[in-house]
């Protein structure tokens, strides 16, 4: 069972020694194209780069190393959106011991997957964390298993701590720290390990809109950001949080995933959406002051069919790709004249579609609706704008 006591510095130092030789002390990398879009210096601690893909993988080692000797026989169980279960699965099986782990029915198929490949059952059921957390609850009745919570436990945070650890020796320059918040296990570790080596940081938590209840959020719904879909924090996580984080800010699943798309172009890091929350709560200037700013890249566990339309979406918005709808005469070679104005223009053609039937078209003509890859906006404007000036009607879709 969780218990109710914040773990202290000794605590989280302990946890250090344990996670020796296992956990990665992942890399902070500066970023020039970051820094000049926020206006201020931004450090990324990738997070990402972590055994499991996460920083969950502190914790859960943490958790089991301290198990007595029975409760390693009576075996584990976790309830987990992903990163969490992964990381149970990973630190059981390389420490021998059993593990179940129950994951919400529409957890992205790269996380089930990753998890039962690490050796641990995997049972799927319920549309939400929460009650992922119930059915993992009356297996520990029922098996007499240990419950390793993904947050609301004092052991698993001091191994989230531990992050805050490397933090204050990797960038002592940085003034102002941004952790992204799920259940708050995560920026409650980081903040107590901080805060009690340089009680002049600030620490900054992001949510995402969708589901932000300590951003003055009211309403839980579907966000790219699952990864720190909760409804409500732990009560021990909250009331560590209320002590040692200054503001929670949220941002917004567009936001997001303009930074998804951006860490990958520009730093070449691949980041899940709760990952990137961070990220985008400093490019979207929700994150005060103008000194130096790190931000956690908690993880990188995406889905990948997640990815492809986070990549369509992110870079149509960046004005890199274009979808327009237009008109031609229905006879010989007006596709072709269409196509070769598109080429002038340097627009890079990826896909084109003609409607005929079922659309109100005069008879004559038909419609044309293309998928353009271009430069960004500006490159989107000229085209448009020359298209028009040979006398198409054209309707700009994406």
Known sequence: MATRTAPTLADIEQARAR?????????????????????REVL????????????????????IATLSDAERAAGVVAASAGNHGQAVAWAAREQGVGATVFMPQDSPMAK???????????????????????AAEEYVERSGATFIHPFEDEVVIAGQGTIGLELAEQVPQAETFVVPIGGGGLAAGIALALKAQRPDVRVVGVQAKACGPLAGGTEFGFTIAEGIAVKQPGELTTSILRGHVEEVVAVSDEEI??????????????????????????????VSGDGPVCALLSGGNIDPTLLISVMRHGLTLAGRYLVVRTRVPDRPGELVRLLELVAMERGNLVSVEHHREGMAVPIAETEVELTLSTRDEEHCTALLDALRAQGYEVERLR
């Open 257 to 286: 995933s303009e930074a998804i798309v951006l860490l990958l172009e520009r730093t070449k890091l691949l980041v899940e959406g709760a990952g990137a929350a961070s990220v985008a709560a400093v490019l979207g200037g929700h």
């Open 19 to 39: 996670l020796e030789g296992i956990a990665r002390v992942t890399p902070v990398f500066g970023s020039e194209t970051f820094s000049r879009r926020a206006g």
């Open 112 to 134: 089930v997957d990753a998890t039962r490949n690490y050796g641990a059952t995997v049972e799927l059921g319920g549309v939400v964390f929460e009650e992922a957390v119930v």
């Open 44 to 63: 990324l601690k990738a997070e990402n780069l972590q055994r499991t893909g996460a920083f969950k993988i502190r914790g859960a080692v943490n958790k």
